[in-house]
């Protein structure tokens, strides 16, 4: 019974998730926003959509046979949402993707020399933790676009690097040949999966401590130690049993109020977990979000107080001046 509503909590809680990520996607999806992208990142978006209402769905699903409970769950909202801005993406896409008309003047030679468009992406410097997150990108925005070809996505990939990374590749000639060659090249230096996770793991113990335990330092902890931990994940490492190990480094990290705090509410009885510990500083951050007063109503007070104290004293003048006769001056 217990394993169950565990369960069920964890699944809600992947849920709420998802849906969080797909109301920030639809929101960045406006019309005004969708004419300004290119073809690429109209993709991408409409993948990224595509994916996370699967999973939506998915934990739906089994929320629906898991919980004797009806849940509570306005699922028209998140689908309202999802199928208005799938439709606006499709709709973008097909408008860009239009082809041009056939015209026999038009060789590969004035292809090449037409101006590229500029794609927005963060240049790749020889951080071997960033390699990865990197060439995932350029994967999704230019090595997989049909419509470039080998020297295109060459001229793109060596905009984007910096520092040794282009250095690397700087002499290949430009041609549709050394695109391949370059990939290879960087594959070689940079995907070095001991390397990065190295990284990985000093980030983690690098980690900024909690010397003041408010909400803003408390989500901006929580929000880096995800990050790691999921940068570690997606090295397909099984790191379910490394629990302990996290544990023992972030917990020292915490300031003394906040360790106390947690070690008097975790459970003595059961393993602890990251997850827990994560939940935890989120609850903790949340509540002092909320005690926190608000500057408007504190100001009225202010001010009201002010006002009762000058009628106060303006009381005192005048009864002291009448008790012992004498003449009150008007100014």
């Known amino acids: 019974m217990a394993d169950a509503k ?3 909590r964890e699944l809600r809680s992947n849920r709420g998730y998802v ?5 920030r996607l639809c929101g960045s999806c406006t019309d005004s926003d969708i004419a300004a ?4 990142n109209l993709k991408v978006k409409l ?3 595509e994916s996370l209402f699967t999973e939506y769905e998915g934990f739906s699903k089994k929320l629906f046979f898991l919980s004797d409970s009806s849940d509570d769950e306005d699922y028209s909202v998140v689908e309202g949402k999802y199928f208005s801005v799938m439709a606006k993406l499709q709709d973008a896409m097909e408008k860009k993707n239009v082809p041009a008309k056939h015209d026999d003047s038009y060789d590969a030679e004035s292809c090449s020399r037409t101006k590229l468009p500029t794609i927005q992406m963060s240049c790749f410097q020889g951080e071997y933790s960033e390699y990865r997150p990197f060439i995932s990108l350029f994967d999704s925005l230019i090595h997989r676009d049909k419509h470039l070809d080998s020297l295109q996505k060459l001229y793109y990939l060596r905009s984007y690097l910096k520092c040794e990374p282009y250095d690397l590749i700087k002499n290949l000639p430009l041609s549709n040949e050394s695109y391949l060659k370059a990939r290879q090249i960087l594959d070689d230096r940079y995907n070095n999966k001991y390397k990065i996770l190295n990284e990985h793991i000093a980030q983690l113990l690098d980690l900024s401590p909690l010397s003041k335990s408010t909400s803003a330092n408390i989500r901006s902890f929580v929000s ?3 990050q790691i931990i999921a940068a570690i994940e997606n090295l397909n ?3 379910k049993y490394w629990d302990p190990i996290i544990l023992c480094i972030l917990t020292r990290k915490l300031d003394t109020y906040t360790a106390r705090a947690y070690q008097m509410e975790r459970d003595d009885n059961m393993e602890p977990k990251v997850k827990d510990f994560i939940e935890f500083l989120e609850k ?3 509540a002092m979000e909320n005690a926190e007063p608000t500057t408007s109503k504190s100001s009225k007070v202010v001010v009201n107080v002010a006002a ?3 009628s106060a004293n303006a009381c005192l003048y005048y009864s002291a001046a009448i008790s012992a006769g004498g003449r009150i001056a008007v100014k």
């Open 47 to 49: 993948t990224k959509l």
């Open 284 to 286: 903790r951050a949340l």
């Open 237 to 239: 490492n099984d790191i």
């Open 19 to 23: 849906k969080a990520s797909i109301t």
């Open 37 to 40: 992208m290119l073809l690429p």
């Open 308 to 310: 009762q104290k000058t």
């Open 224 to 226: 880096s130690t995800k």
């Open 6 to 8: 565990e369960a069920i």
